[in-house]
């Protein structure tokens, strides 16, 4: 995979079915490099493969579609170019879509009432004067802000107390043939100064339960409960009283309340280190009874709802670097596995008794797969382009032992050809998730430009059960660094890597791995340390999390922390590092890469600052598209330059390489 080979990636997101079972709909997005941007469109596709996957929208950006249970309608947002997401609504018998919403910070995702004439939603609330709402104000002339609280701004948006998520109710519009007729006006659920998410409604279509934290506490734990609130604004009431973070409420047609949650975040509510979410019935007492174990289970897919069918919960389950979908009972039988193997279960949806996953792997980034009467169906080849340049590499999957007799899980991604190749090997953030089954683009195009990519999934990871997780908590640097030396030296005694020449990165906690490594060897031809975490003192007061994050993970014992630090012992580095960050990276902030490069540019270590303006911790996901085309460029450039492959720049060729492009002249990555 070379780097402008984003282009041809398509991401299936999370489908929606039809009442019948005939239709499954789905969102697929694609990263438009010319443009510098995200498209999206809305795909049909037929259950049963009896005809191909066709488009049904034309959109700039259409994302989230939602069948309305009378099969009439479908509802899903769209963006227009430089605009939010508003809700849109498309007639199944076909026609003109509508828009129905100009909210200003655009909405969210939609969700059908029972009887199909009513949509609920969450949507950001700007405060007069901020964001636009006042013309010819701009963000420079607006008024101080007054900070009175710890969770004040997230990554990715900002600051948001001045801009709460609020639920809110829209009838649907006149009849067909109507069209010129006012659209009804959005009415405002939900008052206060929290944050709402994740409306579901009740079966008598009467009210709505939404997740917020409304409790005494809640500007200091991670507390989040399950609220019903009638569809006339009364009657606002929490259904859950616990000390977990709950999400995704559904109601079975029962009226039994079922919810995603971790749950039990201890006495302060701050207890988050390997806590996992599973399905939880809600008992009539507002207590959560767990239907897997949360020792044991973590629910992995990106479905934003949980999702109900037949009594039971359908759900993706994390499991040793796979996402399985199970079929878990509400009356406590024994869960089903639907999708098991060398799968990642990215979304899930039912219609009419057929169930449909998107269902990714290490050479795919999803494909509509159709679950009815035991059988399986693929129904779609969003991943035909990409995959059929011969560019994508397949993993293998090794275990490795510990020091201490522990077994290492990860894999091993080799070019073509015998070898021995040089060695990159990549540390994953979290640290409480997961290397594993789908396609990530950053090995792929590692690998094809001639490195073994070698990565695992060290103690403190996600995927292997609670205690897997919690291994590493107040010891970062131990038994998670331990795991991952250890299966790079197991690997190596492969003769087609080639153990004298390796790298090492990684990002966010792969960064701070990565950084405390080169303090404590030489081993490393080189090295890139991206968006970490390094201070975790300062840390606490210039992230997002930090008010919490730092104190669950390494503790609060002064020794502790400086034991730990990444940056403490950045003194020793002598190993070349190109240190990547976002300038507006609010989880991992840039003052931590910052720190990092002038400790190593002062004493003269090879270094390099790599800055991204206007993006935030996921550039490397969801960055702009040039900003990510750009990122791989000048990360093939370093290694180019210090761990030289046959497919790419010698060292002398990669000194001279213009930095504005950094690729140049030189020979593709592919050869």
Not at 186 to 191: E, G, M
Not at 247 to 258: F, H, N, S
Not at 539 to 560: C, E, K, L, N, R
Request: hydrophobic fraction near 40%.
């Amino acid at each position: 995979m070379r780097p402008d080979d984003l282009a041809l990636l398509r991401i299936p997101g999370v489908p929606t079915v039809s009442p019948d079972g005939r239709m499954a709909v789905v969102a697929v997005e694609r990263p438009d490099l010319e443009a510098d941007e995200y498209r999206a469109q809305l795909w049909a596709v037929p259950t049963d493969a009896s005809a191909p996957a066709r488009p049904i929208s034309a959109g700039h950006r259409d994302s989230a579609p939602a069948f309305s249970p009378n099969g009439r309608w479908l509802a899903y947002l769209s963006a227009e170019p430089g605009g939010r997401p508003q809700i849109w609504l498309l007639a199944t018998a076909g026609g003109e879509p509508r828009r129905l919403t100009d909210h200003p910070l655009g909405a969210g995702t939609p969700v059908w009432s029972p009887d199909s004439a009513q949509l609920a939603y969450v949507a950001r609330v700007p405060e007069h004067g901020r964001y636009g709402t006042v013309d010819g104000v701009g963000p420079e002339a607006e008024p101080p802000r007054l900070i009175t609280t710890l969770q004040y701004r997230e990554d990715g948006v900002g600051v948001v107390t001045d801009r709460r998520r609020q639920v809110f109710l829209l009838d649907l519009p006149p009849a067909r043939g109507d069209d010129a007729a006012p659209l009804p006006e959005p009415v405002q659920l939900t008052p206060g100064d929290t944050d709402c998410a994740d409306v579901a409604w009740r079966p008598d279509g009467q009210a709505l339960a939404f997740v917020s934290a409304r409790h005494a506490r809640a500007d200091r734990d991670l507390v989040r409960d399950v609220h019903e609130i009638a569809t006339d604004g009364s009657g606002l009431r929490r259904l859950t009283g616990s000390r977990g973070h709950c999400t995704g409420p559904v109601y079975a047609p029962d009226g039994t309340l079922v919810v995603t949650a971790v749950p039990d975040l201890g006495s302060e509510g701050t207890d988050f280190v390997a806590r996992q979410a599973v399905p939880c019935r809600v008992g009539a007492d507002g207590e959560l009874q767990p239907l897997l174990d949360p020792e044991h289970d973590h629910r992995g897919d990106e479905t934003p709802a949980t999702v109900l069918a037949d009594g039971a919960v359908l759900v993706g389950i994390q499991r040793r670097g796979a996402v399985e979908l199970l079929r878990v009972p509400l009356d406590g039988a024994a869960p089903e596995v639907v999708v098991e193997g060398r799968f990642t279960v990215r979304g899930v949806a039912v219609g009419g008794g057929v169930v449909v996953a998107t269902v990714a792997h290490d050479r795919s980034s999803g494909e509509l797969v159709a679950l009815s009467g035991g059988e399986r169906r693929l129904l779609t080849g969003f991943g035909a382009e990409l995959g059929s340049t011969g560019r994508l590499h397949r993993m293998r999957e090794r275990t490795a032992t510990a020091p201490d007799g522990y077994p290492v899980h990860g894999w091993v991604t080799t070019p073509s050809g015998p070898g021995p190749h040089p060695v990159l090997l990549m540390i994953h953030g979290g640290p409480f998730a997961q290397y594993g089954c789908t396609l990530l683009d950053e090995t792929q195009v590692l690998v094809s430009a001639g490195y073994a990519v070698v990565q695992c999934n060290p103690r403190g990871s996600s995927g292997y059960g609670s205690a897997h997780g919690r291994a590493i908590r107040h010891d970062w640097g131990g038994l998670d660094a331990d795991d991952v030396v250890a299966f790079l030296d197991s690997v190596l005694a492969d003769p087609a890597l080639d153990a004298d020449r390796v790298g090492i990165l990684g990002g966010s906690y792969g960064g701070y791995l990565t950084t405390l490594l080169i303090g404590r060897t030489d081993r490393f031809a080189a090295a890139i340390s991206e968006r970490a975490f390094l201070d975790p003192v300062s840390f606490v007061g210039s992230s997002d999390i930090g008010w919490y994050f730092a104190d669950q993970y390494v503790g609060t014992d002064p020794a502790g922390i400086a034991a730990q630090s990444a940056l403490a012992g950045a003194g020793a580095i002598t190993t070349p590092t190109l240190v990547i960050h976002s300038e507006e990276d609010w989880r991992c902030p840039v003052e931590q890469g910052a720190r990092l490069y002038v400790e190593l540019k002062r004493r003269g270590v090879p270094s390099e600052l790599l800055l991204f303006p206007g993006e935030g911790h996921e550039l490397s996901r969801s960055g702009r598209p040039k900003h990510r085309l750009a990122r791989f460029e000048h990360i093939l450039r370093w290694w180019a330059r210090w761990l030289p492959t046959p497919q790419g720049p010698g060292p002398g060729e990669a000194e001279v390489v213009d930095p504005e492009h950094p690729i140049g002249a030189a020979p593709r990555a592919d050869g």
